[in-house]
């Protein structure tokens, strides 16, 4: 097969993928540009092509994206009927690292910071709810006025099942008494741009934020706190909120995993790996024999 003819196939795979199973739209994405990584690097979808990629990519490409690519090429052969053509999955030895996470400290001197440096209450609230619920990004972009009023926003997360992100009743209550939510309706979202996009006024009360723009004001303030900016993106509060909620909660992994809607309790667990900073601080605690 030629590389078109490959890359057609792949596309009826995607298809299959809409159709027939639960994965979300950016698991999809990253299925298909894992295959045309390996068609591009190895010529094709074959055993020969996967062995090929599996053992010289990581020149390429990092040894966590070879090891997904892998995993994508044996999916499509099972849908193929090709099982016989699997090949063995790369695993990483490499633990997952927290190092880049803000901490409590740091949090708190970013919202003393923007609040007395001019930002906006909807910059303000954003960080907050980021930390305060541990909500995906994707997540927050969807939370409505009513949703806060209600304290608890339902939603088709993550593998089309049903999320629920529970709001603090503290910040609920805040949020519903503030500018953000006064006169809206219910069904307009929480952080919105403005009600005229420009050129249309909007339905629903409002354009609603992007999660680059989300993004970007993140790393905006951190930098001009001077705070390390690796350490404030959106999904860097997700952790934040499941190390600081293990930490509040007496290691509750049970409770933790429930409020982030993970599926596993072992992707929870894994927030209660210390950093090197943590580990640090608790050898100097301890070591103290010499």
């Known amino acids: 097969m030629t590389n078109e003819e490959w890359l057609a196939e792949i596309d009826r795979f995607v298809r299959h993928l809409k159709r027939n199973t639960p994965l979300a739209a950016n698991s999809i994405v990253a299925y298909r540009n894992h295959l045309r990584r390996i068609v591009s690097f190895a010529g094709g ?17 990092a040894i966590k994206t070879v090891s997904g690519a892998v995993d994508c090429y044996n ?5 193929a009927r090709r099982p016989k053509d699997k090949v063995r999955h790369i695993t990483l030895s490499v633990p997952p690292s ?44 969807r939370v409505t006025v009513g949703d806060v009023r209600r304290g608890v926003s339902e939603q088709i997360g993550k593998g089309r099942k049903l ?3 529970l709001i ?15 006169n809206a309706g219910d069904r307009w979202p929480l952080f919105r741009r403005h009600a005229f996009d420009g050129r249309r006024f909007a339905r ?24 390390d900016s690796q350490a404030f993106h959106p999904h860097a509060f997700r952790h934040f909120f499941a190390k600081e909620a293990l930490k509040s909660s007496g290691n509750d992994v049970s409770l933790v995993c429930d409020l982030l809607g993970h599926a596993d309790l072992k992707t929870t667990s894994k927030y209660l790996k210390l950093t090197q900073a943590e580990q640090r601080q608790g050898l100097d605690r301890i070591a103290n024999w010499f």
């Open 45 to 61: 979808l074959t055993k020969n092509c996967a062995v090929k990629f599996s053992q010289g990519a990581e020149k390429q490409w």
């Open 75 to 79: 999916k499509y052969v099972e849908w």
């Open 98 to 141: 927290f190092e880049h996470v803000p901490s409590r400290g740091d949090v708190e001197r970013l919202v003393a910071y923007m609040r007395e440096n001019g930002a906006g209450v909807r910059e303000v609230t954003l960080v907050r709810f980021l930390a305060a619920t541990g909500a995906r990004i994707s997540e927050v972009l």
């Open 163 to 165: 999320r629920r992100v």
């Open 168 to 182: 603090p009743k503290s910040l609920a209550s805040e949020i519903a008494a503030g500018p953000l939510a006064e």
């Open 204 to 227: 629903r009360g409002g354009v609603g934020i992007t999660a680059r723009w989300a993004c970007n004001t993140l790393h905006d303030w951190a930098g001009r706190a001077g705070l």
